[in-house]
């Protein structure tokens, strides 16, 4: 029996940031179902919003054979080529993903434009993370183009129905990024590669370094941690938005004297870099001030690393507070250091672990993919 065509559109490789990595472990779950058809972008962002390199071809780990990267976003006559394409292609289903409204123009006119097939957005965030005028307007006109929707946070939901009218959808987990097993070292190989004693507690903040993470606060928590944890580090493994705003954290370093605890690693990592960061830590914290979800807890749990994460956005519905990691209370330090401080001195490492394993099947991308079948048939 033939297998239904769908077309999946979104960043993939050599694109680079959690949404490709997403994109293309979706594209592998739904082929699994699906005669699946991979478009992409020829050009993705302008450098006048995106200044830095946008592509990454030091690992091909997460690529998609015969992609095919149609999309030039900010080009008009491009959108109407790209949706006659797709129509061609008769699919049964078109998902797109949906993460910031720059995408508005683009996929409102390839929507409009797109027939006889019932169209699905993933938000990863139906508004962005930080807002401007005309976000809300944005999102609306693009949205209502669609007939079926995915989020991962009650916070999403509860967005989606602010500008779709009885929105038909699913609300589920963010899955899990397994796929950064990439050389399968150990945590005592990783922690030579970083030149960390093996006696260290290490905790990891990991990713794109924003206001909104709330990487401010972890270091506020860190003297108190310290005080009750001995040999305690923190690795700050990601990409500070510019020169003034690393500048800031390290004087925060500085300030609370936690020179001797502190590392940062500053710039995009490398996939084929992330492994040895994840394996090496003790505890992922993501002191996130607001969130809707997040791809770094999914790739702690891919190391089944337990995560102290604040309760915001989806978070609390990823991390199961006492069993695979803590929930605390958001822009708190004194709570953060609570929950990082418990996980310690109670040795709860290999309970939290197995408890990780345990939770595998409710974030893996099968379950994903069953999810996209029953929207695609109601």
């Known amino acids: 029996m033939d297998r239904k065509k769908i077309v999946l559109i979104g960043p993939v490789y050599p694109y680079k940031g959690g949404i490709a990595h997403y994109t293309s472990l979706m594209y592998r779950a739904l082929c699994r179902k699906y005669d699946v058809v991979m478009v992409s972008y020829k050009f993705q962002y302008p450098r006048l919003l995106y200044k830095k390199e946008q592509r990454d071809y030091s690992n091909d780990n997460f690529k998609i054979d015969d992609t095919n990267y149609w999309i030039h976003t900010a080009d008009p006559f491009n959108w109407i080529g790209t949706a006659h394409k797709i129509n061609r292609l008769a699919p049964a289903l078109v998902i797109l993903q949906w993460w910031h409204p720059y995408f508005a123009p683009c996929y409102w006119m390839m929507c409009r434009l797109l027939k006889n097939t019932k169209i699905l957005f993933v938000c990863h965030n139906v508004f962005p993370h930080e807002r401007f005028p005309l976000d809300r307007l944005l999102t609306r006109a693009v949205l209502k183009r669609g007939s079926r929707y995915i989020v991962q946070s009650e916070t999403d939901a509860e967005d989606l129905r602010t500008v779709v009218k009885n929105p038909v959808f699913r609300q589920t987990v963010h899955p899990t990024y397994n796929a950064f097993k990439i050389a399968g070292i150990s945590g005592e190989e990783a922690r030579k590669i970083l030149g960390i004693s093996q006696d260290k507690k290490v905790l990891l903040f990991f990713g794109f370094i924003r206001e909104y993470k709330g990487l401010s606060y972890l270091i506020q928590a860190m003297p108190e941690v310290i005080r009750q944890v001995e040999d305690t580090e923190l690795l700050v493994v990601g990409d500070f938005s510019g020169p003034e705003d690393r500048q800031r954290y390290l004087d925060m370093i500085q300030e609370y004297a936690l020179g001797d605890h502190v590392t940062v690693y500053d710039g995009y990592i490398p996939d084929q870099e992330v492994e040895k960061f994840f394996a090496a ?42 069993s695979t990691g803590y929930v605390v209370e958001a822009g708190n330090a004194a709570k953060l250091a609570e929950g990082i401080v418990d996980y310690f001195i109670r040795n709860r490492e290999k309970e939290f672990a197995e408890n990780i394993r345990k939770e595998a099947d409710r974030f893996s991308w099968d379950r994903m993919a069953d999810l996209i079948a029953e929207l695609e048939s109601c």
């Not at 979800?293 to 006492?322: C, H, M, R, W």
Request: hydrophobic share 45%; aromatic share 8%; net charge negative.
């Open 281 to 322: 830590c003790n505890l992922v914290v993501l002191p996130y001030i607001s969130a809707t979800q997040s791809g770094i807890a999914q790739i702690a749990y891919g190391f089944e690393k337990p995560v102290v994460a604040t309760n915001v956005g989806g978070l609390p519905d990823v991390v199961d507070d006492g």
